[in-house]
């Protein structure tokens, strides 16, 4: 006999939406100007990171938490997470007063450790292991089946997911007209699973768009290969969205509600991130950032149209700025490396500037060491460029006169070592 495969059901998700009402009040549903006028439609932005653990995490956690029998509950809870879903389960424990242990990988950014601490109180205990989320989760996953508490899973779970299915409840009765494309991002596929299934049962005609990092679209994956498969190696940067497996639940159900699934290079939510600051005053983490990332591939289908974006969270560290702006740079093109081997001999890199930096370039970095009996030693040149077509005119130069050089932006490897 067929086991049923669940869905979540329009009731429940309102329940759980009159469930969270205890601590929870709904987030803006704004018109973004800047984005309106950039891609010539209406573009709206559901605000999660202004929740007060400053992501919609909390949304799953509590109401997972509160379907618990009590008698389960005073032994106390477990979860893993690279950071969002942990501040949702501390702020759970904090407020109901129940014992929490939250691993979280080494990896995770210090300002997400410490707001989890802040949240938690002396509610919580704070276990860092593994490099990946995906190895945090095993380990608090193992933890939880030795010491008899119950395990709070970050996304693959239906009272998690229809949780986050709130937001679709709430975003239905903000619109006040019929949207044509929601955004929403993917990680473990808890979130795109209930608003997508809840727009898709009160708005079918609604285009749901999936959107995860490109160096770890576990969801497109798995919907390709028509089953959940774990990915051998992922990119960490998004780490709110850096997940190697989709869950079992959520895939079958956003195969089922979502249109398509866009993967945003992660150079492109670097500059999403900074415009979003420096246009809009929003402070994003790079998962918040995926929804709008992806307007920019999808520039034509949405020209004219209705949509909607789900900021998810705003948990982004200041430290990380100077790699979210390099990265933006790299990716857009406006930032190159070269290893330049110049003649030992006074002012070679002096004519190096006069020569070929040109009027709108700016050496950003150089890394010299001048070695004894040697007729030429290698540097390392950064160089910024105002425009991405400045480039060929830059190696022009180099060529003209005689410059030997190697270009190592696409040599991933020695780009790995040297930047």
């Known amino acids: ?33 800047n984005l309106s006028d950039t891609y010539g439609a209406e573009v709206f932005l559901k605000r999660e990171d202004l929740q007060m653990v400053r992501s919609y995490k909390i949304r799953g956690a509590y109401n997972k938490i509160r379907s618990i029998a009590p008698n389960l509950l005073k032994y106390g809870i477990v979860c893993a997470s690279a950071g969002n879903h942990a501040q949702g389960v501390a ?20 300002q997400k450790i410490e707001q989890v601490r802040m949240f938690g109180k002396e509610y919580i205990d704070i276990v860092l292991t593994g490099d990946t989320f995906d190895a945090a989760n095993s380990a608090a996953i193992e933890y939880a089946r030795k010491s008899g ?19 679709g409840y709430e975003l239905m009765k903000q619109a006040q007209e019929p949207l044509d494309y929601v955004f929403i991002p993917i990680g473990g596929g808890g979130l795109a699973s209930g608003v997508g299934a809840y727009i898709k049962m009160v708005s079918p005609e609604t285009k749901i768009i999936g959107v995860e990092p490109l160096g770890a679209a576990c969801m497109k994956t798995a919907i ?20 190697k497996k989709a869950g079992k639940l959520t895939f079958e159900i956003c195969r089922e509600v979502l249109d398509d699934i866009i993967k945003v290079p992660e150079g492109a939510v670097c500059t999403t991130i900074i415009n979003m600051y420096n246009k809009s005053a929003i402070v994003v983490e790079p998962a918040g950032a995926l929804s709008v990332a992806a307007l920019r591939f999808c520039a034509d289908k949405i020209k004219g149209k209705r949509v909607a974006c789900i900021v998810s969270g705003s948990n982004n560290d ?54 004894t009996n040697k007729d030429h030693g290698p540097a390392l040149i950064g160089i910024e460029v105002a425009a991405k077509e400045d480039l060929d005119a830059l190696i022009r130069r180099m060529e003209a006169h005689n410059i030997s050089y190697e270009y190592i932006n696409e040599n991933n490897k020695l780009f790995e070592i040297l930047i």
Do not use: W
């Open 224 to 243: 390709e290969k028509g089953e959940v498969v774990e990915l051998e190696h992922i990119d960490k940067f998004v780490d709110g969205a850096a997940v």
């Open 91 to 110: 702020f759970s424990c904090n407020k109901l007063q129940i014992m929490g242990s939250i691993y979280m990988p080494t990896t995770t950014p210090r």
């Open 1 to 33: 006999m067929e086991t049923k495969k669940y869905f979540p059901a329009k009731q429940d998700i309102e329940k759980a939406s009159e469930t969270l009402t205890e601590i929870l009040e709904m987030t803006p549903f704004q018109r973004n100007s």
């Open 149 to 167: 508490k119950t395990f709070i899973p970050p996304f693959d779970d239906e009272k998690i997911i229809e949780g986050q299915g709130t937001i």
């Open 318 to 371: 200041i430290v990380r700025m100077e790699e979210i702006r390099e990265k933006s740079l790299l990716y857009e093109g406006l930032k190159h490396y070269f290893i330049i081997n110049f003649p030992q001999k006074s002012g070679a890199i002096l004519t190096f500037i006069r020569d070929i930096i040109g009027p709108t370039d700016d050496l950003v970095h150089i890394q010299y060491i001048k070695k």
